[in-house]
Structures are given as C-alpha cells and as structure tokens.
C-alpha cells in the first residue's frame, strides 16, 4: 500500500484543531505511515515532519508535489469584476481564500491590515473568502473590535467555478498562515497572475519559490509594511504577476501523476 499524507500541522499548533480531531489525526496518521509501503509526502517539509514526529525513516518517504489545474489562468478584467460582484466586491480588494480557522492566521492578517489601513486610508478592502472551521469567532470579532468592519469582507464559501476570476481579479493574494503542507492557493494565485503575499513557515518557500514577497506570520508590522509597500508599487506588482505565471507553469498534475506512477511501482516491486 500507498498512502499519501498532507501535513502534520496538529503538532505545531495543537490549540488550532479541536481535541477530539487532534487525537485522531495524530494516531492515524501514525498508524497509517507505520503501515504503509511506500509514503508520499506532498511537500519536502511534510517529509521533515513526518521523519521527526513519527520517526519514519526518510527512504519511506518520496516528496510528490501538487500541481495547477489549467482553469487558473489570468481572467479578462470584466470577467473578474462579475465575480467580485457575485460576493459584494465592486473595484479593487485584497484577497484571501481558504477555510476561515486558526491556522490561516487571520487575526494577525487583521491586524496587519489595520495597521497598514492607518497608514494608507485608501487601502482597497480585505476580502476573507472560504467556509467557516472551527474557532472562528474571535476572527470574525476582530475586524469589529478594531474599528474596521466595514473595510473587512467575510465573503463565506466561494464557489470553485468562480475561485480563477475572483482570485485574478484581486490586487494582492495574502496566505499569512502559521503552518501549510502545501498551500495550494499560493500557485493558484500565481497562476492566476496575481502577485503574492506568504509566510516564511512550513512548506510555504518551497512552493512560492522566487516568485512571492515572504514574511514572518507572527509579525503582524512586517506583513503591514508588505501590504502597504506592494500596494503602492505598480511596478513590484507587475514583476511579480511575471514571475509568478512562469513560476506557476512548473507544477503541472502530469508531473505530479508520473512520480506518483513511480512511487506505486516502487511499492509493487518491494
């Protein structure tokens, strides 16, 4: 057997996952690394995790990366502004998009656009778009308790049909989060041509590779400082809006299927 295993981010912010889920995923992930043949690890640091916390040998273990579906692709500015319509944005915004949880970062994300907000008071809104997860009530009191509810959009579950225009649409991409197998956005918004804003954390600088501004999570001034710079800098946006498409167009789903076909045949043959 072959199983493929995510991240571990339950052992870095243990607060961030409801105890019951916590308990379970530590134990299966565990058994399920113990009985496999083979591991595929979607990330190189899901391949450090799973070798330090589970004390997997790394020669179990073969990193597969994900790869873009082709419907990311930069979207024609009226299409995009139709969708921005569809969840009650009408002109520029900043985006994010992912389930609305701890782990994302949010309220610092919050924090951090507030500060920027004082700064630059024409600041396009933030919009947060995605289902709600779990321990979500002091992120969506945040924005209210600063003063900026009305610059703070919770968009709720964005449909997948509409994720490419509405992500192409946006001025900057944010993924702040404090921890990520993947991040799987983070090209997608590339691909989109969108310049990017992450973390410094976790599999996050492997994927967003050159092509990304990087910040500390926990600093909410650095990532003040990263949105209010790359908003007033048209030229910074463009350069990365280039490097991001290019960048993007590495991570297909045929590499991805090949190496995976490679890694069931290594299971097949031992």
């Known amino acids: 057997s072959v199983v493929t295993i995510h991240d571990l981010g339950y052992e870095y912010y243990p607060e961030a996952h409801p105890r019951a889920q916590r308990l379970y995923l530590?134990?299966?992930?565990?058994?399920?690394?113990?009985?496999?043949?083979?591991?595929?690890?979607?990330?190189?640091?899901?391949?450090?995790?799973?070798?330090?916390?589970?004390?997997?040998?790394?020669?179990k273990i073969s990193v597969v990366y994900h790869g873009v579906h082709q419907r990311f692709q930069p979207s024609e500015p009226e299409v995009s502004a139709a969708a921005a319509r569809k969840y009650g944005?009408?002109?520029?915004?900043?985006l994010f998009i992912s389930t609305i949880q701890p782990r994302k970062n949010l309220v610092r994300l919050i924090d951090a656009y507030a500060q920027a907000l004082a700064i630059h008071p024409e600041l396009p809104p933030?919009?947060?778009?995605?289902?709600?997860?779990?321990?979500t009530t002091q992120i969506e009191a945040r924005a209210t308790a600063l003063g900026i509810a009305q610059q703070v959009?919770?968009?709720?579950?964005?449909?997948?049909?509409?994720?490419p225009a509405l992500i192409g649409g946006a001025t900057i991409y944010l993924l702040p989060s404090l921890y990520e197998g993947f991040g799987m956005t983070v090209l997608e918004a590339m691909a989109c041509g969108t310049p990017v804003i992450t973390s410094t954390v976790s599999s996050l600088p492997e994927v967003a590779g050159p092509a990304a501004i990087l910040i500390e999570p926990t600093d909410p001034a650095a990532l003040?400082?990263?949105i209010s710079d790359l908003a007033q800098d048209p030229a910074r946006q463009a350069d990365l809006?280039?490097?991001?498409?290019?960048?993007?167009?590495?991570?297909t789903w045929e590499r991805s299927a090949r190496q995976t076909l490679d890694v069931l045949e290594q299971a097949a043959q031992s």
């Open 26 to 59: 530590r134990l299966s992930t565990s058994w399920s690394a113990r009985a496999a043949t083979r591991i595929i690890a979607i990330s190189e640091a899901t391949r450090r995790d799973l070798v330090r916390f589970t004390g997997i040998s790394a020669d």
């Open 89 to 94: 944005l009408d002109g520029a915004y900043l």
């Open 126 to 135: 933030l919009a947060l778009g995605g289902k709600p997860g779990w321990l």
């Open 153 to 163: 959009r919770f968009l709720g579950y964005v449909a997948d049909a509409d994720l």
């Open 224 to 226: 003040a400082r990263a």
């Open 241 to 251: 809006r280039e490097q991001g498409l290019a960048w993007a167009k590495r991570w």
